[in-house]
């Protein structure tokens, strides 16, 4: 059985809590059930293709006109990395239509880029998942991205088989950083209360959502969007240099 008061939190700068900090809250004993997992940035590699396939979206769609608005739509893309991309795209664009518009080229230029340069997982993240199946935990693998571009992600890295659950933002109702996802995934998973659950993620978005659904632990991990004091601030009570580290934080090694 791995409990939450098994875990060791790191004792640096970069953790978000301390070991006694920790300590004084007198945490009570609960057995971890679900591991939600982001996708991009988490378990999978990035490598800056996100930024890519909306700079070409952008170009292709036309919802950006001049070399300013181009940089201000990254930053703000950047900034808001992890929730669903369509809501992302509703805010930049002027219509409901343009952004429709936009966030399917998204979609078609981030296929696009995935098929010529593959997916590739995030080193030790596979590893991560059987460990987790191993040790009776359920895992969720979750997404700002459509369901197509998710599945097309899961058949490139052949982990249908090895997770319990996936979900997109239109699975749950509301994408990131609201908790729909993480709460989504305790129901459909039959978890026996929230705070069993701990959200894994790279972005503030990721820390927001799974604080927001009351999550046992929220893990940041460095490998994505956002830097450590970034997911601090968003409410991580761990940060991680990657995923491969989540197994000893949770006291499966």
Excluded: C
Aim: hydrophobic share 45%.
């Amino acid at each position: 059985m791995t409990t939450f008061d098994d875990i060791i939190l790191d004792d640096t700068e970069d953790a978000g809590r301390s070991d006694a900090a920790l300590a004084d809250e007198e945490l009570e004993t609960i057995e971890i059930e679900l591991v939600v997992l982001d996708m991009a940035g988490t378990t999978v590699k990035d490598d800056g293709v996100v930024e890519r396939a909306f700079q070409l979206a952008a170009e292709r769609s036309g919802i950006t006109r001049t070399e300013a608005e181009r940089a201000d739509a990254l930053a703000y893309v950047r900034a808001t990395m992890g929730q669903s991309k369509i809501d992302v795209f509703r805010v930049l664009a002027d219509t409901e239509e343009d952004a429709v518009r936009a966030n399917d080229a998204f979609e078609m230029a981030y296929g696009e880029i995935a098929a010529a340069e593959g997916v590739a997982a995030i080193d030790g993240a596979e590893d991560v998942l059987r460990e987790l199946r191993e040790a009776g935990v359920k895992i969720a693998l979750t997404t700002g991205f459509s369901r197509g571009t998710q599945d097309v992600l899961l058949d490139a890295l052949g982990w249908n088989d090895l997770v319990d659950l996936t979900l997109s933002p239109a699975d749950a109702g509301r994408g990131r950083p609201f908790p729909d996802l993480p709460l989504t995934a305790l129901l459909r998973t039959s978890v026996s209360r929230v705070d069993a659950v701990v959200v894994v993620g790279d972005t503030a978005s990721d820390m927001l959502s799974g604080s927001a659904a009351g999550a046992g632990l929220v893990v940041g991990v460095l490998t994505g969007a956002h830097d450590a004091a970034t997911l601090e601030e968003a409410g991580a009570d761990v940060i991680l240099n990657s995923i491969a580290d989540l197994p000893a934080v949770l006291g499966l090694r």
